[in-house]
């Protein structure tokens, strides 16, 4: 009876530099830029030949995170500065969950033929000009290429099928915009203060921790929305009250 293939350990560092960058959707130029910076630590080496493992790609997924945020490569290098050589892959991906978005997608851009396929039927400059004005869609230096927010879409063409005027459009989206981050410093606030600390204190494992994260996200969205409806509903029961 033949003896079972030897499984390669998940931790192992078996990557190899071009394996390492198409798994971080990188080129193997950016990679090594990276890891001349310090970004990454050194590879295992056999002779002339280097390894890279989790480790090396959690932290290049961190790197791409922060950029996406606006970080300089200054402000990214001070960041993962922070952070312990010996963090384990498991507390590297931690830092890249705190720092993930709030909404589910990222913007594409897609040509105005796909956004109307996308939309369900021809969108007219109007529509346009009011899908932009609710800041579902943002046009592109190219004709006809827009950055759209695919979450938001559906809600925009509901907004256009109701007839919202443009003018109501752009005072919505100034409100939300102002509340918005206000509200967002806040929250940001309550979690760095009172979730965060009592997170570390727990003892829980990083993949626990990250699970409760991404939890804590999407259940204060849903808290945010439920308070707005009856804030919403408090406000116009007042507003009838006055008029009666």
């Known amino acids: 009876m033949s003896a079972a293939p030897t ?32 970004l990454i630590p050194p590879p295992r080496r056999e002779g002339r030949n280097g390894y890279y493992g989790p480790d090396h790609l959690v932290r290049l997924e961190l790197v791409r995170e922060l950029q996406a945020h606006g970080f300089t490569l200054a402000a990214i290098e001070g960041y993962l ?24 997608t990222k913007p594409e851009t897609l040509p105005r033929a796909e956004l109307e396929q996308r939309a369900g039927r021809a969108l007219s400059d109007d529509d346009l000009e009011l899908l932009v004005a609710l800041g579902v869609v943002d046009p592109t230096p190219t004709e006809d290429v827009f950055e759209v927010a695919p979450a938001h879409l559906g809600l925009g063409m509901s907004l256009i099928d109701i007839g919202l005027p443009i003018e109501a459009a752009d005072a919505a989206r100034r409100v939300f915009a102002e509340h918005g981050r206000a509200m967002a410093h806040e929250i940001d606030e309550v979690f760095r203060v009172h979730v ?31 308070s707005y409806a009856q804030a919403i ?8 009250h006055r008029r009666t």
């Open 7 to 38: 499984e390669t350990p998940e931790s192992a560092d078996t990557l190899s530099i071009e394996q390492l960058a198409s798994r971080v959707g990188m080129s193997v130029r950016t990679v090594r830029f990276y890891a001349g910076r310090g």
């Open 81 to 104: 500065e922070n952070l312990p050589g010996d963090a384990s892959p498991e507390r590297v991906a931690l830092q890249r969950t705190l720092l993930a978005p709030w909404t589910p």
């Open 196 to 226: 965060w600390p009592h997170l570390k204190e727990s003892h829980e494992s990083p993949a626990q921790i990250r699970a409760i994260v991404e939890r804590f996200k999407p259940l204060t969205i849903q808290a945010l929305v439920n």
């Open 233 to 240: 509903d408090e406000t116009k029961r007042a507003s009838v």
